[in-house]
């Protein structure tokens, strides 16, 4: 697997800037195999434990929030019902998208050049004119393989 670097400068917003540089460096998991009405005890506990931390009555209703599938409400990751919840969705969907644009970007694009046509030749100055015809518009298309094996041979190793 190759990889590309790029470097690309984004503007934060500052509350943005300021939740990453609270909460630090991430890295992903992966819970246990089970059932789902484990997992689904295991994420009433977290549910619980989130309320108690930030003081959020059980009583009162919360949103979860989370990443989705731009213009759907198909879920991707849920980021939870926290205060901190909603950016840290805002942070998971800007850097999903950021990684998005980067990757159709490094998308090798259909690239072909147009075929310069030389047109009419003229005969002046005699001799084996038929011959030179040939040969310059043949020269002309090599030329133009040539050029065109090259722009797609770059185009794929970006």
Do not use: C
Request: hydrophobic share 35%; no cysteine; charged share 25%.
């Amino acid at each position: 697997m190759s990889e590309t670097k790029h470097t690309t400068s984004i503007a934060l917003p500052d509350d943005i800037r300021e939740r990453l540089l609270d909460v630090g460096r991430v890295e992903w998991g992966t819970s246990f195999k089970q059932e789902d009405e484990k997992h689904i005890d295991d994420l009433r506990d977290t549910l619980r434990i989130t309320r108690e931390y930030f003081d959020i009555p059980a009583s009162q209703d919360t949103a979860m929030h989370g990443i989705y599938l731009e213009g759907t409400n198909t879920v991707l990751a849920h980021t939870g019902m926290s205060p901190n919840s909603p950016q840290h969705a805002r942070i998971l969907a800007g850097a999903w998208n950021q990684l998005v644009d980067i990757a159709s970007a490094d998308e090798p694009a259909s690239i072909s050049l147009d075929a310069y046509d030389a047109g009419l030749l003229g005969d002046g100055g005699g001799g084996d004119v038929s011959w030179w015809h040939d040969y310059i518009r043949s020269e002309l298309d090599r030329a133009h393989e040539f050029y065109s094996a090259q722009l797609v041979a770059r185009a794929k190793d970006r």
